[in-house]
């Protein structure tokens, strides 16, 4: 059973670079067909995808978060890092890693495991 498991500081002041490790166990990031995701929600708000790193180790992020954004695997200890650089008080938010898998046949994709999340709280 693929278990997520997110680690890194809660509080970050303003303008520092936010820096997250998602430990993969049960699994393998180098598995095809499986995207490894971070997710954000910040409070009051829905869930933000930030991006991902699938099996090839490319990456893909979102427009918005793209200048600041930067996800990397280290595939020997089956993890994989977010940082987002700048952070201000609207990057408070509780982090998740997750899988998301792709149907290449059928074109679905959904997310069947998430970390239990992370509180982030950036500091003006």
């Known amino acids: 059973q693929v278990q997520l498991q997110e680690s890194g500081p809660g509080l970050v002041k303003a303008s520092e670079t936010l820096s997250l490790t998602c430990t993969v166990s049960?699994?393998?990031?180098?598995?095809?067909?499986?995207?490894w995701t971070w997710i954000r929600q910040p409070p009051g708000k829905e869930l933000e995808w930030i991006g991902n790193?699938?099996?090839?180790?490319?990456?893909t992020y979102s427009p918005s978060l793209k200048s600041r954004t930067s996800i990397s695997r280290d595939t020997s200890k089956n993890q994989f890092t977010l940082q987002l650089t700048s952070v201000t008080p609207e990057d408070t938010a509780v982090y998740y890693c997750?899988?998301?898998?792709?149907?290449?046949?059928?074109?679905?994709?959904?997310?069947?495991?998430w970390g239990q999340g992370t509180q982030v709280t950036v500091s003006s």
């Open positions: 049960g699994g393998s990031t180098t598995t095809n067909y499986y995207y």
């Open positions: 790193i699938p099996f090839t180790g490319s990456t």
């Open positions: 997750a899988r998301e898998v792709r149907v290449t046949a059928t074109g679905v994709r959904y997310f069947d495991v």
